[in-house]
């Protein structure tokens, strides 16, 4: 009998795990991710879902060129034409190019194009000149001169955006020792180029053709000008590709021998805009890395609001307020939480409140919650709400305020609600054990006090009464 009980309680424990590896399966990033160094963020509420050696220092190679377009566009309109000039000729000749012409006219839209889709170094050249000679209001400011003062921008930027281990020496991220990033520097800077609608336009961009003045020929006859034909190394987003992700929405590849296959990649599904860095794999691993976390992340996770501002979150009990005011106070967010999660913790979701406010009424037991003490004050900060999962994994937490004004209740209308309160906790286990002390205490008092009478009547009897044996004869004779 006893075999077969332990027989039966190993089999519910091994459902029991069973249970939970699937559970846990089910959002379980994936483990066979080649890059050495890769994450994954979600855009808006800059959540991390995955990462693999994200901190760990690499080479960015082209993948830089996102950052150097940031940069182009703060100091020039899409449309502002620039001259190329020499500084095309100081590039490698192994580098990846635009096929720039020197004295030739492009537009910055289309410059950005050559820096982007065919990843010329040429356009990084370009951009970098042009941008310091502007900030140096010197327009014969040597190349050399202008690559380093648009170096040191880029760190300055990259500072800005939050980038804490990276370092930039060049505009378009030909190898050098000392040009190095990560993989959550890099989402960082991916994600402040998707706020920018003209590099989102070109990133997307699968080929190009045309002048490099586009629609401004026409205001420029006499002008040098070039015809390009580009085409996107992006074979995410190539419509011939077979590594092509139909939710994928740009962004920027790279590759050097020291930095290997790279990509910086962005996909959209339902509103939601996911980053994929991956670094330093090996085709076509750049492409099925991306594709593997971009299903993961759509297929288990969801983007909620769980609250908006304005909105009420926790009603909170009230004490000494007038009875018009009612039983509860709504209190409300003045933000927006937004998470980005399993979509299994927004199921089960508990909240909890935290009360940091001065005028509260402590429970008396412990089914009983906290009071908040009238008067209070619309926009009175009144404390906190916690998130948690299930498992009591906290994930959020909001300040919240009181939604209205409390107006406090008069002096009998407070005895009224300290006898209503009496005659309630009456009804409690604790209420009814309190009394029934209460009714023992005066029972024996009143016993104590009889006693005490008894013997106080006792006492008097024995000298003049008629239980002592002494009697008083009076000298007066009575008469008959």
């Known amino acids: 009998m006893i075999k077969k009980i332990r027989n039966i309680l190993i089999l519910v424990l091994s459902m029991c795990m069973l249970f939970n590896t699937a559970a846990f399966a089910a959002v379980s990033a994936p483990s066979d991710i080649v890059a050495e160094s890769a994450i994954l963020v979600e855009k808006s509420t800059g959540t991390v879902i ?37 500084e095309i000729n100081d590039i490698s000749l192994d580098s990846s190019k635009a096929g720039h012409i020197v004295g030739e006219k492009i537009t910055m839209e289309n410059l950005l194009r050559g820096l982007f889709i065919p990843s010329g170094n040429d356009s990084g050249a370009v951009i970098a000149v042009s941008v310091a000679r ?32 990276s370092n930039f020496e060049n505009p ?28 989102c336009e070109i990133a997307s961009e699968k080929y190009f053709s045309g002048n490099s003045l586009g629609d401004l020929q026409s205001q420029y006859p006499d002008a040098f000008t070039n015809d390009y034909n580009w085409q996107s190394h992006n074979m995410l987003i190539a419509a011939s590709s077979e590594y092509n992700y139909e939710y994928a929405t740009g962004f920027k590849t790279g590759f050097t021998d020291e930095a290997g296959d790279c990509v910086a990649a962005t996909a959209e599904k339902d509103g939601v805009q996911l980053i994929a860095v991956i670094m330093k794999s090996e085709d076509p691993a750049r492409w099925t890395d991306a594709q593997k976390l971009f299903d993961f ?64 009424v402590e429970p008396k037991n412990e089914d009983e919650q906290t009071h908040i003490k009238a008067p209070v004050a619309q926009d009175d900060e009144i404390g ?12 959020a937490t909001v300040t919240v305020y009181a939604s209205r004004n409390i107006e406090k209740a008069n002096i009998f209308a407070r005895m009224a609600y300290a006898v209503k309160d009496f005659v ?22 009143i016993i104590i006090i009889i006693i005490i009478i008894k013997l106080i009547r006792r006492r008097r009897g024995g000298f003049g009464g008629y239980g002592g044996g002494y009697r008083y004869k009076s000298s007066r004779r009575r008469r008959f």
């Open 172 to 199: 378009h991220g030909y190898h050098d020792e000392n040009h190095y990033t990560t993989a959550s520097d890099m989402a960082k800077i991916v994600s402040a180029a998707m706020d920018n609608e003209t590099l």
């Open 424 to 445: 309630l906790s009456l009804f409690t286990l604790q209420g009814l054990l309190t009394a029934l002390g209460a009714i023992v205490v005066i029972a024996i008092i």
């Open 50 to 86: 995955y990462e693999k050696n994200a901190d760990q220092k690499m080479y960015p190679a082209s993948m830089t060129k996102i950052l150097t377009g940031i940069i182009a566009l703060e100091y020039f309109n899409k449309d502002d034409v620039i001259t190329v000039g020499t």
């Open 384 to 395: 906190t709400v916690t998130y948690k999962t299930a498992d009591g994994e906290e994930i």
């Open 134 to 165: 502007k900030v140096e209001n010197n327009e014969n400011l040597a190349a050399n001169e202008c690559l380093a003062i648009f170096a040191n921008m880029m760190n300055e930027k990259a500072e800005e955006l939050g980038c804490t281990n």
């Open 297 to 360: 992340a759509f297929n288990n996770y969801s983007l909620e609001t769980v609250v908006k501002s304005g909105e009420t979150v926790i009603n909170v009990g009230l004490a000494q307020q007038k009875s018009s005011e009612g039983e509860e106070l709504e209190l409300v967010a003045k933000e927006d939480i937004v998470l980005y999660r399993p979509t299994e913790d927004f199921e089960n979701m508990e909240k909890t409140l935290n009360i940091t406010a001065e005028n509260i």
